[in-house]
C-alpha cells in the first residue's frame, strides 16, 4: 500500500469527524469504543469515518520487511512481540515517541541503553531501532490521511500503548488545520492521566475523562458549530489557552440498545492491506459486549486490578439484544469468531444468553473472560452456545496468595475449573502472576510441587505483578507495605516532563515491597516446571461396566494405567467437583447398601494423593483426571438424572454381602496395568 495515499480519496465525501485509533491498538480486533461512538454520531446526522492506523502500520512493517522474526514461528509478527513486551518496556509508546510530541534526542540513547538491562531479546531491540526510523513517515501518512477526509474534528481513543502516536498525529494536525478540533477520551484518559495529559500537550482541545456515550453528540455537535463546550463531569477544555478540567467522570452510559456498533472501515481498511489483509484476517474477532463493568468488584475488587478507570456501575445487556447484534454481524462480515469485551461474564448470560445462541444454530467461536467458580453445567452451556476460550480469573495456584489479592477463591476452584473447562474442549488462558505483597517463598514451593499433577491442564503465563493505577494496591499502598518509587521507569523517555508531571500521567508505576529473600531462586523454578508444563501431558479416565482406568501420561511422572473397581471408581468419580471424605461416605450410603468407615474412604483417598491422581486442599479432594471421551460425550453425562458414580454403586450392592472397603480393592494400592 502507499502510505502517502489515502484509502479516503475520491471514496468518501467530507466528513464532519475522523475517529482515530493508533498502534498498537489490536489488528485482529474492531474497535468497540469506535464502533459505538461512531453509530451514535452517524445517527444524530453528523457524518464520521473511522481510521485504522494500526492495518497501515503493519503494512508499512511489511513493506520494509520487518514485518516476521525469521527466528520465530513464521505467523509471530515483530508487531505482536512489541505488543506482548510494549506493556512492561514502553517499546511501542518509544518508537512514536517522535519529535512532534518531545524534542530531546538525547532521551532516545537513554532508552535504549534502559532496554539493554532489561530481558529483551536484541531481535526485538534491532526491530524497535528499524520501526523507529520509519515512525516519521507513517505518522505524516496517518496525519494526510486524516487532513484528507475533509473531517472538522478528530477523536483518538487511548488505550493500550497508544498514547505518544496519538498526540504526534494531534500535533501533525493542528499545525497543518489549526481550527480542527482534536479530543482525546479512552481508557489512557481516565481520572487525573486524562487531566495532565490535557494541561501538559496545549494542541489537545478536549479530553473526555470516563464513558463517552452519554456526552460525546452534544459535545460534538458544540465543537463543530464552534460553540465553547458546556462544563459536563469529567470534560476537560481551554479557556483563553488554559486548560480547565470539570471534576468527576462523565456519567455511566446506558450500554445496548438496537443500535449496532458500525465497524465497516475496518473491513475497507483491512481489505486494501494488499500485503498483510491474508494473514491477519484468519484471526478477526468482533468485538462484542453483554455487560461493563465488574459485578465481584461490587462486592471486593480484586487488589491488583486497575480495570475500569475510577469504577462504574456493573450493567447487563438484554440477552436477545446481544444475539441479534452477533447474527447481525455474522451476516454483515461472514465472521464467526466473537470476543467479548466484558470485565467478566455475568451470571444473568450463562442463564439467559446461552440457551437463545445455542437454539441460533450457528457455529459461533466466542471469547469470555470470567471468574474461576463456573459450575460444569454452566460451563457445558456456555460451550453449547459457542464459546471456546474462557480466560478465568486463576492468578495463583496457592490459596494463600489469592487472599493476598482478594480473589474470593482457593487453589481448588482454580484446579477444577481448569479440569473441566479441558473436559469439555474449552480453551483456557491464565496468568500466574509472581511478586503480591505478603507472598512467601513456602507459597511457591507449595505450587512447584503441584505443578507436576496438572500438566495435563492448560498452563499459563508467568507474570510478575504490574502496579497499575485505580488498582487498590496503587490506591492505598501503604497497607499492603508497597513503596511507590515513581512512574515506570521508560516514562522518562517518552515525555519530557517534569517528575510530578509524570507521575500524574503515568498508568504503570515501579514500587518495592519487602520480599521474602528466597523468593528468587523458586520463581526461576516455576518458570522452569511452566516451560516443561507447556509441553503438554494427558491424564484420563475411561469408563467400564464396574470399573475406570485411569491412564496417566503427564510428563515428569512414570506413564501407568490404573484400574478403580467397585466403589474404588465410585470414591473416584465423587469428587469431580471436590468433597470431603464424609460427602463420599454420604453419598455412597445415600445410594446403596454399602456401609463404609469413613477412616477408610480417607486413606484411600489418601493413597490417591500420593499418586497424584487426587488433589487435596485441607479436607476437601479433588479428582484430577478428566473423562477421556469427546466435550459431547461429557455433556450427554451432564444430562443424565444421576451422576454416573451412582452407576458403580448400584452395583456394589448386588456385589456381596461385604461392605467393607478393603475387600473391594486388592492390592491396597490403586493397580498398574502396565507402565511405557
Not at 484471526?283 to 453483554?290: D, H, K, R, T, Y
Not at 512467601?440 to 512447584?448: F, L, V, W
Not at 516446571?529 to 475411561?542: A, F, H, I
Request: net charge negative.
Amino acid at each position: 500500500m502507499d502510505l502517502e495515499s489515502s484509502y479516503c480519496d475520491g471514496v468518501h465525501a467530507p466528513v464532519d469527524v475522523a475517529l482515530v485509533t493508533m498502534p498498537w491498538d489490536s489488528l485482529t480486533l474492531p474497535s468497540l469504543r469506535l464502533g459505538i461512538l461512531k453509530s451514535r454520531l452517524q445517527t444524530s446526522g453528523i457524518t464520521t469515518m473511522t481510521h485504522y492506523n494500526q492495518l497501515l502500520w503493519v503494512e508499512q512493517l511489511a513493506s520494509a520487511g520487518i514485518s516476521y522474526d525469521p527466528e520465530r514461528a513464521p505467523d509471530r509478527t515483530v508487531y505482536l512481540d512489541v505488543v506482548a513486551s510494549g506493556y512492561r518496556y514502553g517499546i511501542g509508546e518509544w518508537i512514536f515517541a517522535s519529535p512532534h510530541l518531545r524534542d530531546a534526542p538525547e532521551l532516545d540513547a537513554s532508552f535504549l541503553a534502559y532496554l539493554e538491562q532489561q530481558p529483551v531479546p536484541p531481535r526485538q531491540i534491532d526491530a524497535a531501532r528499524a520501526m523507529r526510523r520509519l515512525a516519521p513517515g507513517f505518522l505524516a501518512a496517518c496525519a494526510e490521511n486524516i487532513l484528507g477526509s475533509g473531517t472538522r474534528l478528530v477523536g483518538f481513543t487511548t488505550g493500550f500503548s497508544q498514547t505518544a502516536a496519538s498526540l504526534s498525529v494531534a500535533r501533525l494536525i493542528k499545525e497543518a488545520r489549526p481550527e480542527i478540533v482534536t479530543v482525546f477520551g479512552g481508557p489512557g484518559c481516565h481520572g487525573i492521566v486524562g487531566a495532565t495529559l490535557h494541561r501538559c500537550y496545549p494542541w489537545v482541545d478536549v479530553v473526555v475523562r470516563g464513558e463517552a456515550e452519554e456526552v460525546v453528540v452534544d459535545l460534538f455537535q458544540d465543537l463543530l458549530n464552534q460553540r465553547p463546550p458546556r462544563p459536563r463531569p469529567g470534560i476537560c477544555y481551554r479557556i483563553g489557552g488554559e486548560s480547565v478540567s470539570v471534576e468527576g467522570s462523565s456519567p455511566p452510559a446506558e450500554i445496548g440498545g438496537n443500535l449496532r456498533p458500525d465497524f465497516s472501515e475496518y473491513f475497507e481498511q483491512l481489505n486494501a492491506c494488499s500485503t498483510m489483509r491474508d494473514k491477519i484476517r484468519p484471526g478477526v474477532q468482533i468485538p462484542f459486549e453483554s455487560s461493563r463493568g465488574c459485578w465481584w468488584a461490587d462486592k471486593s475488587q480484586c487488589r491488583f486490578c486497575g480495570l475500569n478507570g475510577e469504577r462504574v456501575p456493573f450493567r447487563t445487556r438484554r440477552a436477545d439484544e446481544v444475539l441479534n447484534e452477533i447474527q447481525s454481524h455474522a451476516n454483515s462480515y461472514h465472521i464467526l469468531r466473537f470476543r467479548a469485551v466484558d470485565n467478566i461474564i455475568s451470571p444473568a448470560i450463562i442463564d439467559e444468553l446461552a440457551p437463545i445462541m445455542n437454539r441460533a444454530g450457528a457455529d459461533f467461536e466466542i471469547y469470555y473472560e470470567t471468574r474461576a467458580t463456573l459450575s460444569k453445567e454452566q460451563l457445558y452451556a456456555l460451550r453449547s452456545a459457542g464459546v471456546t476460550e474462557l480466560h478465568p480469573g486463576i492468578e495463583s495456584l496457592s490459596t494463600p496468595i489469592l487472599a493476598l489479592m482478594a480473589k474470593g477463591t482457593s487453589t481448588l476452584h482454580n484446579i477444577r475449573q481448569l479440569k473441566w473447562l479441558k473436559e469439555l474442549g474449552i480453551g483456557a488462558s491464565w496468568n500466574l502472576i509472581h511478586g503480591i505483597p505478603g507472598e512467601t517463598a513456602d507459597h511457591y514451593r507449595e505450587i512447584a510441587d503441584l505443578i507436576p499433577s496438572l500438566t495435563h491442564l492448560a498452563p499459563p503465563n508467568v507474570n510478575p505483578l504490574h502496579l497499575d493505577r485505580f488498582s487498590p494496591f496503587h490506591e492505598d499502598p501503604g497497607r499492603f507495605g508497597i513503596r511507590i518509587k515513581g512512574p515506570a521507569l521508560y516514562a522518562r523517555y517518552i515525555h519530557d516532563l517534569p517528575d510530578s508531571d509524570l507521575l500524574q500521567l503515568a498508568n504503570s508505576f515501579e514500587f518495592e515491597v519487602d520480599a521474602d529473600a528466597d523468593l528468587l531462586p523458586v520463581i526461576s523454578r516455576i518458570k522452569a516446571l511452566v516451560d516443561q508444563w507447556k509441553r503438554g501431558g494427558s491424564l484420563r479416565y475411561r469408563c467400564g461396566p464396574d470399573f475406570i482406568i485411569i491412564s496417566d501420561r503427564r510428563p515428569g511422572l512414570e506413564h501407568l494405567d490404573y484400574v478403580l473397581q467397585g466403589l474404588e471408581a465410585v470414591i473416584y468419580l465423587a469428587c469431580d467437583e471436590g468433597a470431603r471424605a464424609e460427602d463420599v461416605a454420604a453419598e455412597i450410603a445415600a445410594t446403596s447398601t454399602c456401609a463404609i468407615d469413613v477412616d477408610e474412604i480417607r486413606d484411600f483417598l489418601g493413597q490417591l494423593v500420593e499418586c497424584r491422581l487426587m488433589f487435596r486442599e485441607r479436607q476437601r479432594y479433588l479428582s484430577l483426571a478428566t473423562h477421556a471421551g469427546s466435550a459431547a460425550a461429557v455433556a450427554s453425562r451432564l444430562r443424565m438424572q444421576h451422576p454416573v458414580s451412582l452407576r458403580f454403586a448400584g452395583r456394589s450392592r448386588s456385589a456381596g454381602p461385604s461392605s467393607n472397603l478393603a475387600t473391594e480393592r486388592t492390592p491396597t494400592k490403586p493397580v498398574p496395568e502396565g507402565s511405557r
